[in-house]
C-alpha cells in the first residue's frame, strides 16, 4: 500500500492550497484519515483528522481556516487551507489506518510530505 500526496507549495499570507492524498494497493478498508504537520525545530503535530462517517475532528489554530474531507471511493483525503499563515509553513504529511484484508489487523500508513511555505 502506498499514499502519495500531492499539492504543497509556495503560496502568500491570506492565499489557499488544497492537499491530497490517495492510498493505493491492497486495501480492505480504511478507518480514519488525517493530516499532520511538521515545522522546522517542532514535533509533527495533528491537524485534522476524519472518520470513515465523516466525523472531523480539528486542532484549534486551523479551525475555521482549514477543511477536511474524504473520497472513501478514491480512498483519498483532502485538506483545504484557506486564510493560510506564515505559522502554517510546515511539511504536511497525510495519515491513513487501513486493513489489507478482512479481519486482517488495521495499520498506520503515512503518506511522504509535501512542503507547504506561506509567505508574509
Known amino acids: 500500500v502506498q499514499l502519495q500526496a500531492s499539492g504543497g507549495g509556495l503560496v502568500q499570507a491570506g492565499g489557499s492550497l488544497r492537499l491530497s492524498c490517495a492510498a493505493s494497493?491492497?486495501?480492505?478498508?480504511?478507518?480514519?484519515m488525517g493530516w499532520y504537520r511538521q515545522a522546522p525545530g517542532k514535533q509533527r503535530e495533528l491537524v485534522a483528522s476524519i472518520t470513515r462517517g465523516g466525523s472531523t475532528n480539528y486542532v484549534d489554530f486551523v479551525k475555521g481556516r482549514f477543511t477536511i474531507s474524504r473520497d472513501n471511493a478514491k480512498n483519498t483525503v483532502y485538506l483545504q487551507m484557506d486564510s493560510l499563515r506564515p505559522e502554517d509553513t510546515a511539511v504536511y504529511y497525510c495519515n491513513q489506518k487501513l486493513r489489507e484484508r478482512f479481519g486482517g489487523p488495521e495499520s498506520d500508513r503515512w503518506g511522504h510530505g509535501t512542503l507547504v511555505t506561506v509567505s508574509s
Open positions: 494497493g491492497r486495501i480492505f478498508s480504511i478507518n480514519s
